[in-house]
């Protein structure tokens, strides 16, 4: 009898054992997944010297290892204008190319990007070829549309879950400014290489062009699986 219990007792720690090792987290240096979502903040978009936002944006399968993301943006600062508000979009169709198999993933990505925004600002104009000068408020309305190519690195950091995205993008946006300020209008007290250096030549003018940009991504975010 003493050994039927001792035989019953063995067995039941074996399977006991082995159930317990089946309910062990997967090691994090094997484990293969593809999460379903990902919901994600953009820091680098808030240090935007341009179109500064605050931004964050979902993530979801769409086939095998190819992914769509749309992130959405709402201006917050009004530097170096009066006043500002305005908006930012992206789609990016991205493709991992490491199948999910460690913590670090790399990817290659198309985006399409827009944004808008109003603003108010004010200048010292000189009027009529300047045979007068008139400091003058006036309202911007500018809208960038366009593609660019990323590339970058997942890596995950925390519970397999929490990861960090750092990329660069190349691309091409054609941009628009229109304002409301009179024909006649000039500027007064600086020369024009001053403004465009600074970036106020985009203030006063009526333009579209198409420029070449280049920008640094940084992302923070989790997996929803």
């Not at 493709?95 to 004010?122: I, P, T």
């Not at 000039?186 to 062009?209: A, I, M, P």
């Amino acid at each position: 009898m003493s050994r039927k219990i001792v035989i019953w007792i063995a067995l039941l720690l074996v399977t006991s054992v082995n159930s317990f090792a089946q309910l062990e987290p997967i090691p994090s240096d094997s484990f293969n997944f593809k999460p379903l979502l990902s919901v994600k903040l953009v820091p680098s978009a808030f240090l935007n010297f341009t179109i500064p936002s605050a931004q964050a944006g979902v993530e979801y399968r769409a086939y095998k290892n190819l992914y769509v993301g749309h992130e959405f943006g709402y201006m917050v600062n009004e530097q170096p204008y009066l006043w500002r508000r305005g908006l930012r979009h992206m789609t990016e169709a991205r493709l991992y190319l490491d199948d999910f198999s460690s913590k670090d993933n790399h990817f290659f990505g198309l985006q399409f990007r827009y944004w808008w925004f109003r603003a108010v600002d004010e200048g010292n104009f000189c009027r009529q070829n300047c045979l007068f000068t008139q400091t003058m408020q006036y309202q911007i309305e500018q809208s960038g549309a366009g593609t660019a190519i990323t590339y970058g690195r997942k890596r995950y950091f925390i519970n397999d879950k929490i990861f960090m995205e750092p990329a660069i993008s190349i691309g091409r946006i054609l941009r628009k400014n229109e304002t409301d300020l009179p024909n006649d209008v000039d500027l007064n007290g600086f020369s024009e290489v001053f403004f465009n250096l600074f970036g106020r030549n985009d203030r006063w003018t009526d333009y579209q062009k198409n420029v070449v940009t280049m920008h640094f991504h940084l992302r923070l975010g989790i997996d929803i699986r």
